[in-house]
């Protein structure tokens, strides 16, 4: 835990959904993040069939497909360009 402390993590790994939700909420809090957000069951399903990890942001169209796909976090994490993705996403639907 001394690692996580000099880390500056705030978190320990998450032990339920109820856990893992909340820190889903601070995240999106912390971000400054408007859109709704999913969270990844337990077993991280999710996360391993989009290459995820540590941390990426996509925009999953009404069709299922992927419309937007940003860079692995934290290097090439976009908040920005991901907000753009949705803005134009949303304006093609006009």
């Not at 991280?44 to 937007?68: F, H, N, Q, S």
Request: hydrophobic share 45%; with cysteine.
């Amino acid at each position: 835990m001394k690692e996580n402390e000099q880390d500056a993590v705030l978190f320990r790994q998450h032990r339920s959904m109820e856990e893992r939700a909340l820190v889903g909420e601070a995240c999106m809090i912390k971000l400054a993040l408007e859109p709704p957000a999913l969270v990844d069951e337990m077993d991280d399903a999710v996360a391993t069939a989009y290459a995820a990890m540590p941390e990426r942001l996509y925009l999953i169209g009404e069709d299922g497909r992927v419309a937007y796909k940003g860079g692995m976090g934290p290097m090439f994490f976009r908040p920005d360009e991901w907000a753009q993705a949705i803005r134009d996403h949303l304006a093609s639907r006009l």
